[in-house]
């Protein structure tokens, strides 16, 4: 569902085995899909979801949106002091506050470039710290966190030449916050980069709004329900019709004489691979889609276990007695973090509960909210030219963008991106311009030049 989704293997790995609905005392441990088997990447950390998390920051760098050798640096830090949410939440905290200092002092010389350099990887590395605030003793700092990052990507967004328009899209009865990338004078094809749930807009900007600018393309990144502000500020959760976002997005971008409308592209990274999907088989004024990867339903993501205990745990109310007194006590702390950060996305009592550093009551509850975000049912109706992406070592979606290709009946094409080209891993987190190649090339091609 997301790019860190679920990277223990078993949710309950080391604690109880759900199992026709009840609950046996054996270890559930399956080896770590990041570090097991042909596709191993980097090892930074012992730890697979400390590991996989730290290598966006490094493929940021690709776009200045990081730096190998302070990162490595730090990374020796976090592991000397003993590697966990905390110690990683610290050290990198600690680097974005020494950058953004730095940022600061440049930007008061004079040295705009300096000082948009270290915004950006002061963003980042807030970024870091901000994916694990709910694992440390401190999960109440999050929309703290949040805004500390926010703030430092906008200061390095207005010292961009030209700088990245800042822009409120009307939604139902507020607003959508985002930026306005210009890829030059004149009417110009446009791409909407959609995020999943985890990344901030300094992670789009390197996966795909860069880009954009670099091919002469317009890019509009936002943050839709679910996402950024709009979940960590406003505590407002993600919606699985998200046509009803995309819509009045492609309204905004209509309205303006810089965006050829006949050519408004949507590219959906990690979850918003899903939601674009969903979004194509309603929107029929968007002119070519990315599922990136591609994926069909987002709760055969989960681990068995779980599924198992909806699926064969009887009633509500039995399958929630279940999940409190046999489950939730014995969940080990990475579990525990993965089921939070998740959970939080969906629902204001899920929030609450995470950043109170608590386990969610209702898993009946939770289970079926994210039931609702598939695709399976409407994938048939997407018309649009669509590209499917696929990654060598997928953790979650093994064969997403093959089941997914499957079920569409417009125009459509499959790229799998392997190992060997260092592409390997859900997102590709080490290579966003191997990504960013292939996506544009694409995407030039289906909208060609009229």
Not at 117 to 134: D, E, G, K, T
Not at 313 to 323: H, L, M, P, T, Y
Not at 373 to 397: C, H, N, R, S
């Amino acid at each position: 569902m997301s790019r860190r989704f679920f990277l223990h293997g078993s949710v309950i790995s080391g604690a109880a085995l759900v199992t026709g609905g009840t609950v046996s005392g054996a270890d559930a441990a399956t080896p770590d899909p990041v570090t097991a088997g042909p596709v191993r990447g980097i090892r930074l950390f012992e730890q697979p979801d400390l590991n996989f998390q730290a290598l966006f920051a490094l493929g940021g760098a690709s776009y200045g949106a990081g730096e190998a050798g302070e990162i490595f640096a730090t990374v020796d830090g976090i592991n000397e002091a003993g590697a966990g949410y905390q110690s990683f939440c610290d050290h990198f905290t600690a680097l974005a506050e020494r950058l953004a200092a730095n940022a600061a002092k440049a930007g008061k010389a004079g040295h705009k470039i300096s000082a948009r350099s270290a915004h950006m990887r002061a963003a980042q590395y807030y970024n870091q710290s901000l994916y694990f605030i709910l694992g440390t003793d401190k999960p109440e700092a999050e929309p703290a966190l949040y805004r500390k990052m926010q703030e430092q990507w906008h200061a390095a967004s207005q010292l961009f030449q030209p700088a990245l328009e800042q822009v409120r899209i009307p939604y139902e009865d507020t607003h959508l916050p985002g930026y306005f990338l210009s890829g030059g004078t004149g009417s110009r094809p446009t791409v909407i980069v959609l995020n999943g749930s985890d990344a901030q807009f300094v992670d789009v900007f390197a996966f795909g709004a860069a880009a954009a600018v670099e091919r002469g393309w317009n890019a509009l990144i936002f943050e839709g329900p679910g996402q950024g502000s709009m979940l960590f500020e406003r505590k407002m959760p993600f919606r699985p019709d998200w046509e009803k976002v995309i819509a009045p997005v492609v309204d905004f971008l209509e309205a303006r004489p810089d965006v050829d409308a006949r050519r408004i592209a949507l590219t959906g990274w990690s979850f918003g691979g899903l939601l674009a999907t969903r979004a194509a088989a309603f929107e029929t004024r968007l002119a070519a889609v990315v599922a990136d990867p591609g994926s069909v339903d987002s709760w055969l993501a989960y681990p068995p276990q779980l599924r198992d205990l909806i699926a064969k745990g009887g009633s509500r109310e039995k399958v929630d007695q279940i999940w409190q007194k046999e489950v939730v006590p014995h969940l080990p702390p990475p579990a525990r973090f993965t089921l939070s950060k998740r959970s939080e996305i969906y629902g204001a009592q899920f929030l609450e509960a995470a950043r109170a550093g608590k386990m969610f009551d209702s898993l009946w509850t939770f289970a079926h909210t994210v039931q609702q975000y598939q695709v399976a049912d409407v994938a048939p109706k997407v018309k649009i030219p669509m590209l499917v992406t696929q990654y060598e070592g997928e953790q979650y979606f093994p064969d997403g963008g093959e089941r997914l290709l499957d079920l569409l009946t417009g125009p459509k094409a499959l790229v799998k991106f392997t190992a060997a080209e260092g592409a390997g891993l859900h997102d590709g987190p080490l290579a966003p311009r191997t990504r960013n190649a292939t996506v544009f090339d694409w995407l030039e091609e289906a909208l060609g030049d009229s």
